[in-house]
């Protein structure tokens, strides 16, 4: 699979990166000294301070031929770079003041500094570079969870083919410890299979024929025939790769913040200089202050700003995928850090959207029998309600059946009338108290009239998943608003709403009655969905989740992140994840605003000079890499 880039993208820093993004499996890393981008800024430091020691020893002119040595390796890496950026497209980086710098304390006679700006400069740029592919690492690496073949069977002959080949349709074999080579629904046998590696799920689901099953999942046992549902270069697995890729191409409120903050800096700092040489100049001894001027340029410089942002949300983004959580831009992981209020869906999100028989109330029958009674009638229906009463009993076997939409059904069983419907179609009798009692309880009730007598209620409802309650606690206790949008009726609603900890209930919403709802709510607010019905109010949130292994593909699409597994604990991980990058975001850019605001003023009056100016700027570009790098550490969920 494949995402072509923007033919070319221009850092502020002045760096010209012209790439085209695969998603191809990643080759070994290689070792720093056998990188040349990190081998030549090396080499240039290693002749500065050989340099440094030949001069110590009184050895000038081999001392001076080792510093144009160190400055021609560290200016090769930035100077050209900045020259056309400048003739081709009418750019001034931060890679130009630089070139000005290091050419001015040449012509002045500081070979010598010259060469520390050069080697300083070109280190800096090449941890940087270092830093994003060490940070993308991660979600390289998740295509190798993809095996590199697969086996088809072709009129029952096995056939191993090469998974560029798989279409959807093949089915495939997998056996024992195998993985999966792309998405599928399981069509014969029983096994459970393995995703932690995808969904960060750690227990292994069961699967059995009518299953999905993800790309990347493994096998724990027995043997499975899937039915593949998406080519095997086009599948869930790669999707996860290529969003995340494009939301570290794409920049977040904050890296926009730096760039606005540097590309003004850039010629302001120019004109600067220009001021500080030529007031300097009229005042006082020419040489002193446009040396000065020299070191204001280096002093003034953005760079720390300009990669403050991309390190920290590149390396965030990648490792959120390794949890599950898959962001589509950058400024949606910045905005899910601000996020206050968390807006959340009931069928299928806080509940498994899979309806079962609950309780079973009966009268002169046994609880065999009245489900039997009612599978028997509900096995010939269409009704949602309808596979769960058949699933919880042993239907008889029923004749004459017919159904009336939205009352409920009737037939012949053994040759006996038998009529299951709603408690507003039929009369409950002595069972009444204890009907109105389940659907206090968030149940949808249906009763069962056997021979003209009602002999039983069924009680069936969507359950919530296991883990809702423990979210909702997490999210409350990190001072995040909950609140529950639904189109179910308010009494289930606030039912199911009690048992998960919700107090604030908006039910019997339609979708555009929960997008309004959404836009109601206190902001920066999340939205989390998976049904088409959410859609609008996904687009509505300021963040959008989806749950994307089980949700429609327009919830997906309206959402800004989206939840690759079915466990809810991935949110509040999630939202944690982006609170914690967005304080590194926040330090980067105070650090480096901090450099700007100090240096400029100590250079202007002489305080530092050019090799001082130069260590304390990369340096400080150094510690707004690694710190940007903590970003990508995963906390404990």
């Known amino acids: ?190 096994s459970s299979v393995d995703t932690s590696a995808i969904t960060g799920e750690s227990i292994p689901v069961e699967v059995s024929p009518g299953d999905r099953v993800l790309a990347g999942a493994i096998n724990s046992s027995g043997v499975l025939e899937i039915e593949a549902t998406a080519p095997g270069t086009d599948n869930s697995l790669t999707t996860v790769v290529t969003l995340v890729q494009e939301a570290q191409e794409r920049k977040g409120d904050r890296a ?82 601000a996020v206050r209020h968390v807006a959340v869906d009931k069928t299928g999100t806080l509940t498994r959207n899979q309806p079962t028989v609950t309780e079973v109330l009966t009268v002169d029958a046994t609880r065999a029998e009245v489900l039997a009674w009612a599978g028997a009638l509900e096995s010939h229906s269409t009704h949602p309600l309808a596979a769960a009463i058949v699933a919880a009993g042993e239907p008889a076997a029923a004749t004459d059946v017919r159904e009336t939409p939205g009352h409920g059904i009737t037939g012949l069983v053994d040759s006996v009338p038998v009529t299951v419907g709603s408690p507003r179609w039929l009369d409950a009798g002595s069972l009444a108290g204890q009907v109105a009692a389940l659907e206090e309880a968030g149940m949808t009730v249906v009763l069962v009239e056997h021979g003209g007598r009602v002999r039983g209620a069924i009680g069936v409802r969507d359950e919530l998943r296991p883990e809702a309650a423990e979210v909702i606690s997490t999210l409350r206790a990190d001072a995040l608003g909950v609140t529950m949008l639904t189109g179910d009726n308010a009494r289930t609603a606030h039912a199911l709403a009690a048992d998960a900890g919700i107090t604030d209930v908006r039910a019997e919403l339609r979708p555009a009655d929960k997008s309004a709802a959404v836009a109601a709510l206190p902001h920066p607010v999340a939205m989390v969905g998976d049904g088409i019905n959410d859609a609008p109010a996904l687009a509505t949130a300021d963040i959008g989740i989806a749950l994307g292994a089980t949700g429609s593909d327009a919830a997906v699409e309206s959402a800004d992140l989206a939840i690759t597994g079915d466990d809810l604990r991935a949110i509040p991980r999630a939202l944690r994840h982006a609170r914690r990058g967005r304080r590194i975001i926040d330090q980067n850019i105070a650090l480096s605003l901090l450099i700007i605001l100090l240096l400029p003023p100590l250079a202007v009056t002489g305080v530092l000079g050019l090799a001082a100016v130069v260590l304390i700027h990369e340096i400080a570009e150094v510690v707004v890499i690694v710190n940007g790098l903590r970003a990508g550490r995963l906390q404990a969920g």
């Open 1 to 190: 699979m494949r995402v072509m880039s923007a033919p070319e993208t221009v850092s502020a820093c002045g760096c010209s990166h012209e790439e085209e993004v695969t998603l191809d499996r990643p080759a070994d890393p290689t070792p720093w000294w056998r990188d040349r981008a990190m081998l030549i800024p090396a080499l240039s430091g290693l002749t500065l301070l050989l340099g440094l020691l030949l001069e110590w020893l009184g050895a000038g002119l081999p001392a001076r031929v080792l510093f144009w040595l160190s400055l021609l390796l560290g200016a090769s890496q930035f100077v050209p770079g900045a020259l056309r950026n400048l003739l081709q497209h009418r750019r001034l980086g931060i890679g130009l003041l630089m070139t000005i710098s290091a050419v001015g304390a040449v012509l002045l006679g500081y070979v010598e500094e010259a060469a520390a700006l050069a080697f300083l400069y070109s280190i800096a740029e090449a941890l940087e570079d270092r830093a994003m592919d060490r940070a993308r690492n991660g979600l390289r690496a998740l295509l190798t969870l993809l095996p590199e073949t697969a086996t088809v069977l072709v009129g029952g002959v096995a056939r191993e083919v090469g998974v560029e080949t798989l279409r959807p349709g093949d089915r495939l074999r997998l056996a024992a410890g195998e993985r999966l080579a792309t998405d599928g629904v399981v069509v014969a046998g029983h």
């Open 256 to 337: 926009r913040l730096a760039d606005r903050i540097a590309r003004p800096l850039v010629p302001g700092v120019l004109v600067l200089a220009l001021l500080v040489a030529a007031l300097g100049s009229l005042l006082g001894d020419p040489a002193v202050w446009i040396e000065r001027a020299l070191v204001v340029l280096v002093a003034a410089s953005p760079c720390a700003i300009a990669i403050s942002v991309p390190v920290t949300v590149v390396s965030a983004i990648g490792a959120a995928s390794r949890f599950g959580v898959v962001f589509r831009s950058g400024a949606a992981f910045e905005e899910l850090g």
